[in-house]
């Protein structure tokens, strides 16, 4: 069966600091993966997908940026976090290879800005 | 444009029945998704509609009208586990997103 790990489960970090949150999926191949940010109360927001290895599709200009070094690795990067950076970081994954199926949600990362 | 819309809050009482409605409007929509997500914890999948109609499974039930842009989410015999955010998304065939309403806040009340 799959499944889909991240870290740190909770983070806190000072402006302007570097940040770096990994996703890693088992028990599937070439998965479509995708990185989504929810505010506190709020949807959620897609912030990067990539369909392969080093291919990744940006859909919020921002001061954060996404690499997929391996086919079921995901890392979540910035090199200066802003306040407004804070929020719950969701890594999830879907079937790949075809049309878009169902998105399966890693456990999450809750990142404060302080 | 990509719009869905839900509403933000809604109480019911333990053992009763509610609907969560979801409308959407979306170009090249291709399927309905239910989510259900506990406060402070990752989303879980519920359903799936691409056909019109109603899906059955176990106490949840979806149901989809392409014609219209609508779905619901149908809950029965509420436990008070089941107070969580429920999210729709638009499944769109032309690329590999999901289109997000932000959430119905479902609240049980004993």
């Known amino acids: ?114 | 444009g990509q719009n869905i819309d839900q509403p933000t809050e809604m109480t019911a009482t333990e053992g009763a029945i509610v609907q969560i409605n979801c409308t959407y409007q979306t170009s090249g929509f291709n399927g309905l998704f239910w989510y259900q997500q506990h406060a402070g914890e990752a989303p879980t999948f519920l359903s799936y509609n691409v056909l019109d109609g109603l899906e059955e499974k176990g106490r949840f039930s979806s149901f989809l009208s392409r014609s219209k842009g609508y779905s619901y989410l149908l809950l029965k015999e509420l436990q008070m586990k089941d107070s969580a955010s429920y999210l729709c998304a638009s499944r769109l065939d032309s690329n590999y997103q999901l289109i997000w309403g932000a959430g119905t806040k479902l609240i049980i009340k004993p």
């Open chain 1, 1 to 114: 069966s799959q499944t889909i790990h991240q870290w740190p489960a909770t983070l806190v970090q000072p402006v302007g600091s570097p940040l770096s949150l990994e996703c890693t999926v088992e028990g599937t191949s070439n998965p479509n993966l995708y990185w989504y940010r929810q505010a506190a109360g709020r949807g959620l927001q897609l912030l990067f997908y990539s369909v392969g290895i080093g291919q990744i599709s940006s859909e919020v200009p921002q001061n954060l940026s996404a690499s997929r070094p391996q086919d079921r690795q995901f890392i979540l990067s910035s090199k200066k976090l802003l306040l407004s950076d804070s929020g719950f970081y969701l890594c999830a994954w879907s079937q790949g290879g075809g049309p878009p199926d169902t998105q399966y949600f890693g456990p999450g990362t809750r990142l404060t800005v302080l």
